[in-house]
């Protein structure tokens, strides 16, 4: 038996009463930056977080599943999702229309997990406005222009016209970084990583998410 696990037996009830509410992590980047890279790490390296998947009227891309990276609907299903508050945030990117759906999110926070949203800043000013205490906002900022580019051309996805779309409304993007709480220049991607979940680990100790603290310290009080 483990320290942990006999620290657990000796006292089930204290554990049961600290409980945590789940938060929202939100990445957001220019396109090319690393934000769905290194959220595909923090997924698999932590199952106490649930990816938020979007609905979008864009096409799929090549190996993109649908429910799984996002549900690909129409713009008549997306706008009577809009007009019905289904969705949490919404934004026109390049043409397609982006949303959260809000009643798959609602269900992991209550469960006390976490989700985990791939979203530009106008979905996080979005969700800032919506539910300000259980947002948690990072900005992913590449280490260069030149690298920027470069990594868009590399995952052979776009074509040259939508790499100069993307490259053009990049500052546009990245103007918004004072908006975040945290921000990571994606120099180094396991660098990047370890400081998202640097981030996150910290996020979750913070008091006022700890739901039946002041219960669980009272009754350490009362011991004395």
């Not at 980047?29 to 790490?41: D, E, L, N, V, Y």
């Not at 779309?165 to 991607?189: C, F, Q």
Request: aromatic share 6%.
């Amino acid at each position: 038996m483990t320290i942990s696990e006999d620290m657990t037996d000796a006292f089930p009830s204290r554990a049961a009463v600290i409980q945590r509410r789940g938060l929202m992590l939100v990445l957001s980047s220019p396109s090319g930056a690393g934000k769905t890279t290194i959220s595909k790490s923090l997924l698999a390296a932590d199952d106490r977080i649930a990816m938020s998947v979007s609905v979008t009227t864009r096409p799929p891309r090549p190996g993109e599943v649908d429910g799984r990276d996002y549900y690909f609907i129409d713009r008549e299903r997306f706008h009577h999702m809009v007009r019905n508050d289904e969705l949490l945030e919404h934004a026109r990117v390049f043409d397609n229309d982006y949303g959260t759906p809000k009643a798959p999110v609602e269900a992991v926070l209550k469960g006390g997990k976490d989700v985990l949203f791939d979203i530009d800043w106008q979905g996080t000013q979005q969700l800032r406005q919506n539910a300000r205490a259980d947002l948690v906002s990072i900005f992913v900022l590449p280490p260069s222009v030149a690298e920027l580019e470069r990594r868009l051309r590399s995952r052979a996805q776009d074509s040259d016209e939508v790499v100069r779309g993307r490259m053009a409304k990049a500052g546009l993007e990245m103007s918004h970084w004072p908006e975040y709480d945290y921000i990571i220049v994606n120099t180094d991607l396991e660098a990047s990583v370890a400081s998202v979940k640097a981030i996150l680990a910290a996020e979750r100790l913070k008091r006022d998410r700890q739901v039946g603290l002041a219960d669980f310290v009272n009754g350490l009080r009362g011991e004395e």
